[in-house]
């Protein structure tokens, strides 16, 4: 089976660092994404992890433990604009080779 | 230039009917998806398409039929369709040996 997980929904201060995090159990692994999705709009990809550690951009970094099945999103400097929901996604591999998503953790930035 | 296009936006239909919805792309990617995203944001993949293949997501109804008349265009098709097949249907694209996937604006399909 597959089960991701990630909390529904978190509130941070602008200006503040907030860290969303992700744990999965899937029957393969060939990488694990972090899309953005503001209201009504498509998923943006944010970041793309395969291997054991942390990728920085930006503002944005992304941390992977394979072992562990668990990764999170760090967001600093936030501003009012990264008000969204956050998506982790993993790529499996075989079948449709889509992303298989969590359920989106909705972030609130107060001001 | 939109790199992901998809028509119409909104789509509201009564139950029983058959609808399509269109999806182009013109970033030359090889393999294209659906996916739905339903009343709780839970977004699924439906289908994959690359190079006249078609893999399907196991539980998709058979109501439901991708079809591609060339490498830009993937267009899915709803048969007698359902209360439930209420939700917001997005394509996504993705060009081979590569990981992002780039996805369209969705269009809402609510049916009556």
């Known amino acids: 089976g597959q089960n991701i997980d990630q909390p529904t929904e978190m509130t941070a201060t602008e200006g503040a660092i907030v860290q969303i995090n992700c744990t999965y159990q899937?029957?393969?692994?060939?990488?694990l994404f972090w899309y953005q999705q503001h209201a009504g709009e498509a998923p943006t990809f944010l970041s793309y992890?395969?291997?054991?550690g942390l990728e920085e951009k930006g503002r944005f970094s992304s941390f992977l433990s394979r072992s562990k099945g668990y990764s999170y999103l760090l967001l600093k400097e936030l501003q009012m604009k990264d008000s969204a929901s956050y998506l982790c996604?993993?790529?499996?591999?075989?079948?449709?080779?889509?992303?298989?998503f969590g359920k989106g953790t909705h972030l609130i930035i107060q001001p | 230039d939109t790199a992901v296009s998809q028509t119409p936006k909104y789509l509201v239909t009564q139950m029983g009917n058959d609808k399509s919805i269109k999806c182009e792309q013109n970033?030359?990617?090889?393999?294209m998806y659906w996916y739905k995203q339903d009343s709780k944001k839970f977004l699924k993949i439906m289908f994959s398409?690359?190079?006249?293949?078609?893999?399907i997501n196991e539980t998709v109804p058979n109501r439901f039929s991708p079809k591609s008349p060339d490498k830009a265009h993937l267009n899915l098709h709803i048969n007698s369709l359902e209360l439930g097949d209420s939700a917001v249907y997005f394509c996504?694209?993705?060009?081979?040996?590569?990981?992002?996937?780039?996805f369209g604006p969705g269009t809402r399909l609510t049916v009556t």
């Open positions: 996504a694209t993705r060009r081979d040996r590569s990981y992002e996937q780039y």
């Open positions: 899937t029957s393969g692994f060939n990488g």
């Open positions: 992890n395969v291997l054991d």
């Open positions: 996604a993993v790529r499996e591999g075989g079948g449709a080779d889509g992303l298989t």
């Open positions: 970033l030359g990617h090889d393999t």
């Open positions: 398409y690359n190079n006249k293949e078609l893999i």
